[in-house]
């Protein structure tokens, strides 16, 4: 089992910053995928970045450029750092680590960005 909490969520204005983070506890040795993915009201949950055990990253198109996702290994850790927020960003915001073991979720933080 993997344990997944989640924090730094927030009330921004267009154009601040926010940083959230991810911590992983249980089995959380391994080659892993750990992942931010969001879901706006009335929308389907979407993949935002990911990041590999080995620190390969991919970003879907709309935050390339503005968010950055690393990971600290030691602390079984990732973050999202997000710049140039925009009010489309708005919403909840979900850490998602995936293994052999399993497929894992945390509970969620509201991000939201005012115009």
């Known amino acids: 089992q993997v344990q997944l909490v989640e924090s730094g969520g927030g009330l921004v204005q267009a154009g601040g910053s926010l940083r959230l983070s991810c911590a992983a506890s249980g089995s959380t040795f391994g080659t892993n995928v750990m992942s931010w993915y969001r879901q706006a009201p009335g929308k389907q949950r979407e993949l935002v970045a990911t990041?590999?055990?080995?620190?390969?990253?991919n970003y879907d198109d709309s935050v390339k450029g503005r968010f950055t996702i690393s990971r600290d290994n030691a602390k079984n850790t990732v973050y999202l750092q997000m710049n140039s927020l925009k009010p489309e960003d708005t919403a909840v915001y979900y850490c998602?680590?995936?293994?052999?073991?399993?497929?894992?979720w945390g509970q969620g933080t509201q991000v939201t960005v005012s115009s």
């Open positions: 998602n680590f995936r293994a052999l073991a399993g497929n894992y």
């Open positions: 990041i590999s055990s080995v620190g390969t990253t």
